[in-house]
């Protein structure tokens, strides 16, 4: 979900500036076809009510930048960089340093830039410079920077007493294959008045075409294929090797700034402030697998390199004994050293190395991340830090997605909810980088089977009224299951029908519920799974605000339902995936909720033919905080 900024009435565009010549002994970029160019372009928009602030006063002539790379010529693909910052001869609070690229964005202060974060409902206080920076600290992180504990002597008097005296901070930066240069600036002012002191010069990674963040999905119910996405900054065709002799070549796709939406006289953060060249999406399906069988694999092309070899495990087929997955919604990112980012989600690390423990047991052939998958929002660049932290996961089993406000959500674009929340992405990144098997583009419904159950993923941001194309689809495909294959049908949303938070604006739209929950009534759907809102909370069997069945204990204690005397869907929102939690009010009038956790974490589900176990668990601990029970059979008898 996030903050839904309230709309924003003025908008600043701005000019890039050059100002960073590349390194000498940077390697040589491949030819024009090969590598797209990434560049801060002008935008088709002028600037509105654009301020440039005043130069910063005389610096003194001791001032340097350095960047630790550990001795190589040129950037890795991922990397923790030491800058270090010397010459100072006051330091102050307000200094701070910014990583941005490409090296040619804009370092101009523009005092309404505030605007460009707050549409897309982030409030923090931020660098408001003219093009977004991707990170920045305050030289303050090095607790020894205002003490002047790391000082240098650069003037001495003729009895040898020091004179001149300065100071230094060292600061710690991750660094990620952005495919486009990086440059470091030194600013004061703070964030809010930002002026330029010094500037290290361009840093260049050693191969910006690098094969990176390989993830898979499923393509199908068969388990018999998978397919493979990656990034690189190479637009050839590669492939990626499998099994025992077997490749697949690479479909290639981008999208570019015109893809990104916005409206006249007020560009959204994809149009201009956040952009960043993606780069090329490759994705090839690998073919000829069996279902629950593990494959070594690697991705690239001897131009422009190879991944390492991974492994992944194929789900199971449609119709086998069980399934095990785990589920979340609002992930996002966080950083991984102390800057401060748009948009941080201080969860996400932690539940991505929960998951990533739970993988290590080999017992999760399948991940749902169910909207508000990166929180880019606009902001180009934080794909590729997201990519990266879901790299240990998604590249081992299936990631399926489905979409989110914060990657679908603007003005004019046809969404259901007229917000900016996507930052003017409006679902083409998201659909860039994870393609699932949906009807078609823009049109990201889609349902899969695994085991024995049937997945039905809908979008709650495309039209779900019911004359629209995606209603008739859901109808048609609910009342197609076979349950005698799959037993359980699981329904998989973005917005919740049921939430005891309360929102502003209100989690919950009415109309929504009253199209589309008839359905679940109808169709006997089992179980609800819903994002948007960051907690956890799971309801009796529900329909119509009404409880239509209750769970009994069964001999280890769990609330266990009854689904062979079947009464209505039960609702889990896990939308604790990483993103600042929602707390629960004190007094919950409802009569429908049965369990309420405001903690980091995400469900983690196993389904038989007769039974299915959701137990949502903790991220910092691994502790289950909640588990139930769904039972049909013998095992109802039982109760």
């Known amino acids: 979900m996030g903050l839904s900024g309230s709309g924003v009435a003025l908008m600043l565009v701005l000019l890039g500036l050059r100002g960073a010549v590349s390194c000498s002994t940077a390697p040589p970029l491949p030819p024009p076809e090969m590598l797209r160019e990434s560049f801060a372009g002008k935008s088709e928009f002028r600037t509105v009510n654009r301020k440039l602030l005043g130069s910063c006063l005389n610096p003194g002539p001791y001032l340097a930048i350095s960047v630790g790379t550990g001795g190589a010529a040129a950037l890795p693909d991922e990397a923790f960089v030491k800058v270090t910052v010397a010459g100072v001869l006051r330091p102050g ?12 964005s804009s370092v101009s202060g523009c005092p309404f830039g505030g605007s460009n974060y707050a549409q897309t409902g982030d409030l923090a206080r931020l660098p408001l410079l003219c093009h977004y920076p991707v990170k920045a600290q305050y030289l303050t992180s090095d607790p020894g920077y205002l003490g002047c504990k790391s000082a240098a002597c650069q003037k001495r008097g003729a009895s040898g007493a020091c004179r001149v005296r300065t100071c230094a901070a060292t600061l710690t930066f991750h660094v ?76 290639v796709a981008t999208f570019t700034q015109k893809d990104m939406c916005s409206v006249p006289g007020l560009p959204s953060p994809a149009k201009d402030f956040g952009w960043h060249d993606p780069g090329y999406i490759h994705s090839a399906v690998m073919t000829g697998l069996q279902p629950s069988q593990s494959y070594n694999y690697r991705y690239g092309s001897d131009s422009v390199g190879w991944s390492d070899t991974n492994k992944f495990r194929t789900p199971p087929a449609t119709g086998s004994d069980e399934t095990s997955f785990v589920i979340y919604g609002d992930m996002g990112k966080a950083p991984l050293d102390p800057s401060v980012e748009h948009y941080i989600q201080p969860g996400s690390v932690s539940v991505a190395k929960a998951v990533a423990k739970e993988i290590e047991t080999g017992k999760v052939d399948s ?25 240990p996961l ?3 089993i299936s990631y399926m997605t489905a979409i989110g406000n914060h990657e679908r959500d603007y003005a004019q674009s046809g969404s259901v909810y007229v917000t900016p929340d996507s930052g003017g992405e409006c679902g083409v990144a998201y659909e860039s980088y994870f393609r699932m ?35 008739k689809w859901m109808d048609q495909d609910l009342s197609s299951v076979n349950r005698s294959r799959t037993p359980w049908v699981i329904f998989i949303g973005h917005r919740p029908m049921y939430s005891s938070h309360i929102g502003i604006p209100a989690n919950v739209d009415l109309i929504f519920v009253n199209s589309v929950e008839p359905l679940l009534l109808k169709y006997q759907v089992d179980l609800v799974f819903f994002g948007h809102v960051h907690n956890y909370e799971r309801t009796c069997a529900l329909y119509k605000n009404n409880c239509k069945g209750m769970p009994k204990k069964d001999a280890s204690g769990i609330d266990t339902y009854d689904n062979s005397n079947y009464t209505a869907p ?10 600042n939690l929602d707390k629960f009010p004190k007094i919950v009038l409802n009569k429908w909720s049965s369990s309420r956790v405001s903690e980091f974490g995400y469900a983690r589900v196993h389904a038989t033919r007769t039974d299915v176990l959701v137990q949502f668990v903790n991220s910092d601990t691994m502790e289950v905080r909640d588990q139930f029970r769904m039972v049909k059979g013998a095992l109802a008898r039982k109760l």
């Open 93 to 104: 609070r307000d200094d701070w340093v910014a990583m941005i690229t490409p090296s040619n």
């Open 176 to 251: 990620v294959n952005f495919r486009s240069d990086v440059e470091f600036v030194l600013f004061s002012g703070g964030f809010g008045t930002p002026c330029v002191l010094k500037r290290s010069g361009a840093l260049r990674f050693a191969n910006p075409a690098s094969p990176l963040y390989g993830h898979l999905s499923s393509t199908d119910s068969t388990a018999t294929s998978m397919r493979l996405t990656w990034v690189s900054g190479d637009g050839r065709p590669q492939q990626v090797q499998y099994g025992a002799g077997k490749s697949a070549a690479s479909q």
């Open 367 to 391: 991940i749902f991340h169910i909207g508000d998958i990166s929180y880019a929002t606009g902001f180009l660049v934080e794909w590729d830090f997201f990519l990266l932290l879901i790299k």
């Open 394 to 396: 998604a590249s081992q």
């Open 437 to 471: 098997p949906v009807v078609s583009k823009d049109k990201p419904w889609y349902s899969i089977e695994q085991g024995s159950v049937h997945f039905v993923v809908m979008s709650t941001e495309h039209d779900w009224s019911e004359k629209s194309e995606q209603y």
């Open 570 to 579: 039960v609702h889990a929102i896990v939308g604790a995936g990483g993103f």
